[in-house]
C-alpha cells in the first residue's frame, strides 16, 4: 500500500475510533466531517449509479464527458473525507490539548478502568481513542471540565 492508501486506511480506522458526541461538536471539527464522510460513503454510490443509468437512458452522447467528470467528482468526495481524517489522524495535539489528553487520560485510571499507557507525543488518534473510553466509561461531565 503507498502513502495515499496508508492515508485512507488510518482515516477509517480515526472514523470508527472517534467518539460520535456531539457534545465534542463544538471543540473539534472531526465530528462534522465524520457525519459528512460517512453519508458520502452511504450514498455517493447510488447516486454515481443514478447519475450512470440517468446519462445512459435519457442524455445524449456528446455530454459522455461531463457525466464522467461529474462521477469522478461524486466519488473524490467520501475519499477527501478520508484523506482528511488520516492526516488529522497522525497530527501532533497542541499543547493544550496534550495536557487535556493527560488529565483525562488519569481520570479514566483514577476511575479504575484499564486504559493504554499514555504517550509522549500524542497524536489526534490517540486523543480520539482516550474520548472513545471516556465517553463509554465515565460520566458526560469531564467534557464541562
Not at 116 to 136: C, D, I, M, N, Q
Amino acid at each position: 500500500m503507498g502513502v495515499l492508501g496508508n492515508t485512507l486506511y488510518r482515516g477509517k480506522q480515526y472514523l470508527a475510533i472517534w467518539p460520535q458526541e456531539k457534545q465534542l461538536a463544538a471543540l473539534f471539527p472531526e465530528y462534522r466531517i465524520m457525519a459528512a464522510t460517512r453519508l458520502g460513503v452511504k450514498t455517493m454510490p447510488a447516486m454515481i449509479t443514478f447519475s450512470l443509468l440517468c446519462q445512459f437512458q435519457f442524455g445524449e452522447p456528446g455530454l459522455w464527458p461531463s457525466v464522467v467528470a461529474s462521477v469522478l467528482f461524486l466519488a473524490s468526495l467520501p475519499v477527501q473525507g478520508l484523506y482528511w481524517l488520516g492526516k488529522r489522524a497522525d497530527t501532533l495535539l497542541p499543547p493544550a490539548l496534550v495536557n487535556w489528553y493527560r488529565q483525562l487520560h488519569q481520570k479514566i485510571a483514577a476511575a479504575g478502568v484499564e486504559v493504554k499507557e499514555p504517550v509522549a507525543r500524542p497524536r489526534y488518534f490517540e486523543l480520539g481513542e482516550t474520548l472513545s473510553v471516556a465517553f463509554r466509561q465515565l460520566d458526560k461531565s469531564f467534557i464541562n471540565e
